[in-house]
């Protein structure tokens, strides 16, 4: 065995060259697709997603509806090109599980108790991946949401933090996920200072998580100044990527 995969460089450089604190190139766009209520397309680092909304629209399953509420449907796919090895099309496993991390991450900030009767459908193409997708789909959507008039109480951010090479760095890249000793993706509402997504996947201190936390939350607020350039402008760009120590 030739021991682990080396993530931080002698330099303190990741293999894609930024420093621990340094987020990737985020690009937003918003109100890119006609068939729909509300749009956004998102592309940090080689991470590419494409939001569409519907809603709030009355339903005609009654079923499906709530007499004093709307009720928020979310699909997250990825394409089978977004990845290295083929994915099937069929949805798996995953794909439904972050479909219900991305609505419940989202739906806090959605005010649902305006809209009875209706649902609000937020359909989520990952057209190339490479770590952080259902941050960064958390994101995109939130704007789309807003981008289709949707009233909320806040937009939602979110961001990877994590653990390579025992250092906490920010926005993991899909090798960093995979080889890392800890991925937590974290989303919020910036202005209200409310989580609405944390999860954690490998081993950390109370220190390190406190700590990444914090690391989290400034990444969430730069993305928010992004989002909310892109909601004015119809187009966001971040510019400076280091996040202060
Ligand atoms: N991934 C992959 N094939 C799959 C699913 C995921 O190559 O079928 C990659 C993809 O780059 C994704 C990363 O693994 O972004 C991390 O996936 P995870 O489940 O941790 O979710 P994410 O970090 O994208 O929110």
Redesign the pocket.
């Known amino acids: 065995m030739s021991g682990k995969k080396r993530l931080i460089d002698e330099n303190g450089l990741r293999v894609d060259g930024r420093r621990w604190n340094e987020l990737r190139p985020l690009k937003i766009e918003v109100g890119i697709l006609s068939n729909v209520d509300g749009s956004a397309r998102i592309i940090q680092g080689k991470?590419h997603i494409l939001v569409g909304v519907y809603g709030p629209r009355e339903s005609f399953a009654k079923h499906v509806s709530l007499p004093d509420r709307s009720v928020v449907r979310c699909r997250y796919r990825?394409a089978p090109f977004s990845?290295?090895?083929r994915?099937s099309p069929a949805p798996?496993r995953?794909e439904i599980e972050?479909s219900k991390v991305i609505r419940e991450a989202l739906e806090p900030a959605i005010l649902v108790e305006e809209f009875p009767r209706t649902i609000i459908d937020i359909f989520i193409e990952v057209l190339e991946?490479?770590?952080?997708?259902?941050?960064a789909s958390i994101t995109a959507a939130s704007v789309a949401l807003a981008d289709a008039g949707i009233p909320m109480k806040d937009l939602v951010a979110a961001c990877?933090v994590g653990k390579a090479d025992g250092k906490l760095i920010v926005d993991?890249s899909?090798m960093e996920?995979?080889y890392g000793e800890a991925?937590v993706?974290v989303a919020i509402m910036p202005n209200k200072n409310i989580i609405t997504l944390l999860q954690m996947?490998g081993t950390l201190t109370s220190d390190e998580f406190n700590a990444l936390l914090q690391l989290a939350m400034k990444g969430c607020k730069r993305i928010h100044e992004v989002q909310r350039k892109a909601l004015k402008d119809g187009f966001g760009e971040i510019k400076n990527l280091v996040l202060e120590e």
Do not use: H, N, Y
């Not at 991946?129 to 941050?135: M, Q």
């Open positions: 991470t990825m990845v290295e090895e994915k798996s995953r972050l991946a490479d770590g952080g997708t259902r941050c990877a993991l899909d996920d995979k991925d993706p996947d």
